[in-house]
């Protein structure tokens, strides 16, 4: 599934938080790609599979609910997008831990079959 966001629809997701604080790192929060992809958040896809109902949905609120729920999904993603740089950055060290390594591997070759035994050697 894609989804396109204007950025007028981002920019008001960060300014809603940025009003409402900053991020833990003391910076305020920003859009870092347009490009975003999800594997296995629960909370995105709940948000997604409640999109898709709400746009089929013959509702005359149905503008309210999807802007609603576009708000709560960019604030999702920039929450993930956070997380991941911390995630990246602890991947810098990933030489030194065999589990860090492996994921660091797994992401530079997503586009390759990876098999199993190739990530045993690799750890």
Do not use: C
């Not at 896809?45 to 109902?53: A, K, P």
């Amino acid at each position: 599934m894609a989804l396109a966001l204007s950025e007028e629809k981002l920019q008001e997701a960060v300014d809603l938080l940025n009003n409402r604080g900053t991020k833990q790192n003391g910076l305020e929060w920003s859009v870092m790609d347009y490009n975003y992809h999800f594997t296995n958040d629960i909370a995105i896809s709940q948000i997604l599979q409640r999109l898709i109902f709400v746009f089929t949905e013959n509702h005359p609120s149905k503008d309210i609910f999807s802007d609603l729920l576009i708000k709560e999904l960019v604030i999702r993603i920039l929450q993930t997008e956070t997380k991941s740089m911390y995630l990246k950055k602890s991947l810098t060290d990933a030489n030194n831990d065999r589990i860090l390594y492996v994921i660091k591997f797994i992401r530079e070759n997503l586009t390759e079959d990876l098999s199993i035994e190739l990530l045993i050697e690799k750890a």
